[in-house]
């Protein structure tokens, strides 16, 4: 958990410090959103499929003995 934390925030500031990358990102958001909506409904179904099976990837993962 600690890892994830510092990972956003470390990503985060490098957003806030250039304004390079903050567009491009945002750009990158807005091109993927924009094509989610070409593609609604299916898409919508399709990326709420991949949260889920991520989301049961990452709880498996975190149950593996060490």
Same mark, same amino acid.
């Given at each position: 958990?600690?890892?994830?934390?510092?990972?956003?925030?470390?990503?985060?500031?490098?957003?806030?410090?250039?304004?390079?990358?903050?567009?491009?990102?945002?750009?990158?958001?807005?091109? =993927? &959103?924009?094509?989610?909506?070409?593609?609604?409904?299916?898409? %919508?179904? +399709?990326? =709420? &499929?991949?949260?889920?099976?991520?989301?049961?990837?990452?709880? %498996?993962? +975190?149950?593996?003995?060490?």
């Amino acid at each position: 958990m600690l890892r994830l934390l510092s990972a956003c925030g470390m990503g985060s500031m490098f957003l806030m410090i250039s304004p390079n990358l903050r567009t491009d990102v945002m750009g990158k958001f807005a091109n =993927g &959103v924009h094509t989610m909506d070409a593609n609604a409904p299916y898409s %919508y179904i +399709g990326g =709420g &499929v991949l949260v889920l099976v991520v989301f049961c990837i990452s709880l %498996y993962r +975190g149950a593996q003995a060490s």
